[in-house]
């Protein structure tokens, strides 16, 4: 199915910063929109997201130039080709940046048309958005569903909030509940229990980016007492929902000193001495997994890796959903587990390949989204179609997260018929 016509507008995301959609419409009228996030603790080698750095509008972050990548040069080089040869689509769109890191056109203008154009496809099939994805991983269409479990922040810090609490995320992980609905009840319940705490306790439960509370604790520890009292407050066993942390170490790490800076503990910390507070932690509150623990060019993370054992280490800057930096990963032991955001790499081809190279290394895949967010669910049906383990989303509130949870509320009662 050609595809007719390729547009872009400028839409604002959950923090309230423009972002970009961009919709497709092929010859037999399917139509489809996605509006790609964008992120704030971001590693360095990710793919660049175009900014117009015009003072005047939008602080300097507006997305004009990306739109007009889409409208001036993307539509007129795909206008006409396939749909469903999303390689072909996403290798023109690569080679008409031309650059390594998409900093031509954009990655934000890049990835809103590749999902996009897979999107319509999917519609023009007459399948579900997993079903059709499923299809362009393994080229294997019905067949067994994995649901991945929900990974909820509930409480932020780090970039993302404006408090004293150096962990960026922490993460309560259900995953004890044998369906989705379950696991998302868990999550709701838990954290309305921890909202209670809070409030009985003194504690300010204004939210941050993701929709987790963000109040200022004496360290970081309490973050994680407070976790643990809110889910059994709430009825529930530490073996049935776990925690799991993302400490965002690149936002922690002074390169000049060649330390972490932790507010929240008073302390500047070498590469060993913030493993050994990893540690330390891990031993104490049995993490399911710590994602991003060290800054992503430190050298100590095989050692991380090994000695966090069996919480499984997780790369997020290390990684960056690329499929040579994963491949690399697993030769090295640097990581386990991976996280997946399109736009760290910018196509759908570039990420199902980072997938497909992570599971053949037996890494546990944790799609993800970013902090700033669309109500888009996109990344809900390709957790489901590529059989992630895990999927980050956000708080169990608010509307750019909930759309991915209740979708994949609906995808269950979907694949139960």
């Not at 609905?181 to 309305?192: D, N, P, R, T, V």
């Not at 059994?232 to 929902?241: L, R």
């Not at 799609?367 to 179609?385: C, K, N, Q, Y």
Request: aromatic fraction near 6%.
């Amino acid at each position: 199915m050609k595809i007719i016509e390729i547009t872009a507008r400028e839409i604002l995301d959950s923090r309230g910063n423009p972002t970009v959609a961009a919709s497709c419409i092929l010859r037999d009228g399917s139509f489809a929109e996605v509006g790609v996030p964008s992120g704030a603790s971001t590693g360095e080698k990710e793919a660049v997201e175009l900014r117009d750095k015009d003072s005047r509008r939008f602080q300097g972050l507006g997305v004009l130039s990306a739109v007009n990548s889409v409208n001036e040069k993307i539509a007129p080089a795909i206008t006409g080709l396939d749909a469903k040869n999303q390689t072909l689509i996403d290798r023109t769109l690569c080679e008409l940046d031309g650059s390594d890191n998409k900093e031509n056109l954009g990655a934000n203008a890049i990835l809103a048309v590749s999902l996009a154009v897979a999107k319509a496809q999917a519609i023009s099939d007459e399948l579900e958005l997993f079903e059709y994805l499923k299809v362009k991983y393994n080229k294997i269409h019905g067949g067994k569903y994995k649901l991945p479990t929900p990974m909820f922040n509930v409480l932020n810090g780090g970039k993302h909030a404006e408090n004293n609490i150096d962990i960026q995320e922490t993460m309560i992980v259900p995953v004890g509940p044998k369906t989705f609905f379950k696991k998302l009840q868990a999550g709701s319940e838990i954290y309305h229990t921890l909202k209670n705490n809070l409030l009985s306790e003194g504690y300010f439960v204004g939210l941050g980016d993701e929709g987790g509370f963000a109040p200022d604790f004496k360290n970081n520890e309490e973050v994680f007492k407070a976790v643990s009292k809110a889910i059994a407050d709430a009825g529930y066993k530490e073996s049935s929902i776990r925690i799991s942390l993302d400490v965002a170490a690149d936002s922690l790490y002074n390169k000049k000193t060649k330390t972490y800076q932790l507010l929240g503990e008073s302390k500047d910390l070498d590469s060993r001495r913030m493993i050994i507070l990893l540690q330390k932690w891990n031993k104490k509150y049995n993490f399911l997994s710590i994602e991003d623990g060290l800054f992503e060019n430190d050298s100590k993370w095989p050692e991380l890796t090994a000695t966090i054992k069996p919480t499984f280490s997780v790369g997020d800057d290390l990684l960056v959903t690329n499929s040579q930096k994963i491949g690399l990963a697993a030769k090295n032991n640097l990581a386990n587990g991976v996280i997946i955001k399109p736009n760290q790499v910018g196509t759908l081809t570039e990420t199902l390949k980072a997938i497909k190279v992570a599971q053949s290394n037996r890494f546990k895949i944790i799609i993800s989204h970013r902090s700033g967010e669309t109500t888009d669910s996109f990344i809900a049906d390709l957790a489901v179609a590529v059989g992630a383990d895990y999927i980050k989303a956000g708080a169990p509130a608010r509307s750019e997260r909930l759309s991915k949870y209740n979708r994949l509320a609906k995808i269950e009662e979907v694949l139960n018929k």
